[in-house]
């Protein structure tokens, strides 16, 4: 690969506004550092746009895994590839979509505070990658969810943007005693070198929608006490949802992420149902007290029209606490489906 207009040597000093690589890249500014290598932003002269340059310093079976997952088209959240080649001193170079936006964890020290919604379709479109990338032939792992690799555009869709961890699934049954993945976000069982499955995606995702909701230094003392608060900042049905995410225990998490995907849609249904209670039960009391001062007011009788609203009241209660007990009963009947299919 020539280098034009530089006097550098090697990779890792290659980085200045007037290098160009292959007579077609050229370099504008480093995207990002890694264990393995770097990324830079370069502009491609023949097709005249930007694209996002990966440079590994050691090439190993894990450099044709991250083009395999890449080459997927059905993994619309991945940047697509566009080149990739190893070098004469064994570098490996892979030329990807260049996605713009910032990472969710520059976006969250931003902004303070992430609405319920927004969170939700966070937790919609990363639940639908997983579906999609543990349903490849043979299934794909992750293994690497974490604000850092996670872009928010600006129409506020996510993309993710480092597949280095990525591994099928019958790979990581082989490969085991190896860490891989990010201290707080990887799974307890990835983290200590054990085989994973999907179950390790799951947590992750978690671990992210906690990380969005609760911050990362909650996170952080989750991680350290291994101990899940009962309770949060964030909506009770969200956060039953990512408390499942983050059991400690594989078979304690959701066995898949349609699972997780049915779950965390039955969340919204019912946060939906229960402002709906909600708002009946305050028109009942305020519709009481307005009536209450109407009898005062007019003098009529009471009894019949204070009965009424009492029977409406006691109604409205008991259509929500048999809603509630039809919820619990179908979410174990579900847990235990899911785990006996996860098994078989």
């Keep these: 690969m020539k280098e034009e207009n530089c006097g550098k040597r090697g990779w890792e000093e290659i980085f200045c506004q007037t ?10 500014e480093i995207l990002g550092v890694g264990g393995t290598g770097k990324v830079y932003l370069a502009w491609d002269i023949r097709l005249e746009r930007f694209v996002a340059i990966k440079i590994l310093e050691q090439v190993t079976e894990q450099f ?6 890449l080459r997927k088209q059905s993994l619309w959240m991945l940047p697509a590839i566009y080149d990739a080649w190893i070098e004469e001193n064994k570098t490996g170079v892979i030329v990807m979509e260049y996605v713009e936006g910032q990472n969710l964890k ?8 992430t609405p319920e919604r927004q969170i939700y379709k966070w937790g919609l479109q990363l639940g639908i990658f997983l579906v999609r990338l543990h349903s490849e032939n043979p299934k794909i792992l992750y293994r690497d969810l974490k604000p850092e690799n996670i872009i928010v555009q600006p129409d506020k869709t996510l993309r993710l943007v480092d597949v280095g961890a990525a591994i099928r699934l019958e790979t990581a049954e082989i490969c085991g005693h190896e860490r891989v993945g990010t201290c707080g976000y990887a799974a307890p069982e990835q983290w200590e070198g054990k085989v994973v499955d999907e179950r390790a995606d799951i947590y992750g995702l978690g671990a992210v929608l906690y990380a969005v909701t609760e911050g990362e230094e909650k996170l952080r003392n989750v991680v350290v006490s291994k101990n899940i608060m009962e309770h949060g900042s964030g909506p009770i049905g969200m956060m039953r949802v990512i408390r499942r995410c983050l059991q400690r225990e594989p078979e304690r998490r959701y066995a898949t992420a349609e699972a997780f995907l049915a779950d965390w849609k039955r969340y919204k249904r019912e946060g939906s149902g229960k402002v709906f209670l909600m708002q009946a039960e305050s028109m ?6 307005y009536g209450a001062v109407y009898v005062v007011w007019y003098r009529v009788e009471f009894l019949p029209l204070g009965w009424r609203f009492i029977e409406g009241y006691l109604l409205l209660k008991a259509v929500e606490w048999i809603y509630c007990k039809q919820t619990e009963k179908w979410e174990q009947r579900k847990s235990v489906w899911c785990r006996g299919w996860h098994m078989w």
């Design 19 to 28: 290098c160009i690589w292959s007579e077609r890249y050229e370099i504008k």
């Design 106 to 113: 520059e976006y969250l020290a931003m902004h303070r505070q």
């Design 284 to 289: 009942l009391r305020y519709g009481f007290l």
């Design 64 to 69: 044709q895994e991250e083009i395999g997952v």
